[in-house]
């Protein structure tokens, strides 16, 4: 049996450690704790899971295997390839709730969670965060991006890095660029150029964003 161990203490993590037990029924996990380089994190929450260790000085074991609880792209981005460059192996999570149609491919370390459709052909990269969005036939997710809660995602490409915040709603067939950062509540008709943020209805430039790939 592997011990499972969840990258990061915030709500994120406590809703993932909610998933994992209903997941866990046939105990193949051993649900261990928490890793998380802010000690007082779970203050004041109520938690039934402890915070076991920090992030920067884990020593991942032949015997562990890890969860993404981290939402922020570039966070995720940084985290896994510390851990993963100390060989850490992650799974991926997908809620029991989640309605999945034929063909989903999923990548390594990416966690799905809440009761929305993904259909059909879609493909999801590594260390893919979706929370509560709906994705239409053969859309893609690439590596590292995070969808949030009731976005539409239509059949669109969401670029690596990208985050598309809730309640927004992507054009079918638009493409949203590594990096890009869609606001809450905004309709993308057409397509969101690499490192750009956009906001509205619909949505406009509304800034820029590094593109952490490169740091």
């Not at 890890?66 to 997908?94: D, N, Q």
Request: net charge negative.
């Amino acid at each position: 049996m592997k011990k499972m161990i969840i990258v990061g203490a915030g709500g994120l993590g406590r809703k993932l450690f909610v998933c994992l037990r209903r997941l866990n029924t046939n105990h193949q996990w051993d649900i261990r704790g928490f890793i998380d380089d802010n000690p007082h994190a779970l203050d004041g929450k109520k938690c039934d899971l402890p915070i076991i260790g920090g992030l920067s000085d884990w020593a991942p074991q032949e015997d562990e295997i890890f969860a993404m609880g981290v939402a922020e792209p570039s966070v995720k981005y940084k985290l896994a390839a510390m851990l993963r460059g100390k060989g850490a192996k992650f799974a991926t999570i997908v809620s029991p709730d989640v309605i999945l149609g034929d063909y989903v491919a999923f990548g390594e370390g990416s966690v799905i969670l809440t009761p929305y459709n993904i259909e059909s052909g879609v493909r999801i990269g590594e260390f893919v965060t979706v929370l509560g969005s709906t994705m239409a036939l053969d859309g893609v997710i690439d590596d590292y991006a995070t969808t949030a809660g009731f976005a539409n995602l239509t059949d669109a490409h969401v670029g690596r890095g990208a985050y598309v915040g809730s309640q927004t709603f992507l054009n079918q067939g638009i493409t949203v660029g590594e990096c890009a950062y869609v606001g809450v509540g905004s309709i993308c008709l057409k397509d969101v150029a690499p490192c750009t943020q956009v906001f509205g209805t619909p949505a406009r430039v509304i800034g820029k964003k590094e593109n952490f790939f490169n740091d």
